[in-house]
């Protein structure tokens, strides 16, 4: 998930960064925390579906609670919690966008358990619409900026960025019996989707992955002008997450989107290439190399 941050876990696109306004991050880095505590109940140990579903319905209802500024909610709530109570009071964050963050998590903790699978782009751009986008307009309350263009390249971006997770960590989603490559493209590319993952033909697999950053890119380019509109230092933090994402997306592709067999990621030492193409390549000239030449891989605007 692209909320930005150096605690806890690693992430790829760091919005809780150097660049990140010191006004905002404490805001940031409280609802990063809450974000990684719904995602590890949807995600980590061995509880059952029922049981992960019922810790989110819970943390949705305590979240209700902080908003209504319930005395009894918050005095329960846990430290993580209280601190985005506090942000919340202090930046007047709205509750919608984490709202649909839980409902993503929810959904994925349901599918993964019955096996449901996307069925094709429009289900899978439905999901990122909840478990990305709330992110970027989030980020764009504490901006002050409200504008409907901003806003739908800021949608762009961030489902942008999801789709790049989901194809580095298709490895890591396996796993835990969850694919977000839509039945859809598996067809297309000669895979039974109703067969097991392990039978499926490694080319299937990895043109799945491709079309995920082909269909990344179409984002970016829809979002790339978002610094634009966006003052100070949080419009070079969005320069360099845009940069680092191209970076990604060449990285997948340079393995022919084979991702399972190794995770290409992001590196502290990626840092000092990306804040120069930042500074050198402005919003409207973005560096691309490595593009692959079977998909639709047009250079952004």
Same mark, same amino acid.
């Not at 979240?63 to 209504?68: D, F, K, N, P, Y």
């Not at 790339?224 to 100070?232: A, D, Q, T």
């Given at each position: 998930m692209p909320f930005a941050s150096a605690v806890d876990h690693y992430e790829n696109f760091p919005v809780a960064s150097v660049l990140c306004p010191p006004a905002w991050r404490g805001a940031v880095v409280a609802m990063y925390r809450v974000a990684r505590m719904a995602d590890d109940i949807a995600d980590e140990g061995d509880d059952p579906p029922g049981v992960r579903l019922q810790a989110l319905a819970q943390l949705r209802a305590t979240?209700?609670?902080?908003?209504?500024d319930d005395t009894a909610t918050l005095?329960?709530?846990?430290?993580a919690l209280r601190a985005l109570h506090e942000q919340r009071q202090r930046h007047a964050l709205p509750l919608a966008p984490l709202l649909d963050l839980l409902d993503a998590f929810e959904q994925d903790v349901r599918w993964?358990?019955?096996g449901r699978r996307y069925q094709d782009e429009a289900e899978l751009?439905?999901?990122?619409?909840?478990?990305? =986008?709330?992110?970027g307009r989030l980020m764009l309350h504490l901006a002050g900026v409200r504008g409907a263009e901003a806003v739908a390249q800021s949608d762009a971006v961030c489902t942008a960025l999801q789709l790049l997770n989901m194809a580095q960590d298709l490895g890591v989603d396996l796993s835990?019996?969850?694919l977000y490559l839509p039945r859809s493209w598996l067809l297309a590319a000669g895979a039974d989707p109703d067969a097991p993952?392990?039978?499926?033909?490694?080319?299937?697999?990895?043109?799945?992955?491709?079309?995920?950053?082909?269909l990344a890119r179409q984002h970016l380019r829809r979002g790339?002008?978002?610094?634009?509109?966006?003052?100070?230092r949080f419009g070079w933090e969005l320069r360099v997450v845009l940069h680092a994402a191209l970076r990604l997306a060449q990285r997948i592709e340079a393995q022919g989107g084979r991702t399972w067999l190794r995770r290409p990621r992001l590196h502290w030492h990626d840092s000092p290439l990306l804040l120069w193409r930042a500074w050198r390549h402005p919003?409207?000239?973005?560096?691309?190399? =490595?593009?692959?030449p079977c998909l639709d891989q047009r250079p952004l605007p």
């Open positions: 979240l209700a609670g902080l908003w209504a005095a329960a709530a846990a430290p993964t358990a019955t751009l439905d999901y990122c619409r909840r478990s990305a =986008n709330p992110v835990r019996g969850r993952p392990a039978t499926w033909p490694p080319p299937a697999l990895a043109h799945g992955v491709l079309q995920l950053v082909a790339w002008g978002l610094p634009l509109g966006v003052p100070g919003v409207h000239r973005p560096v691309e190399t =490595n593009r692959h």
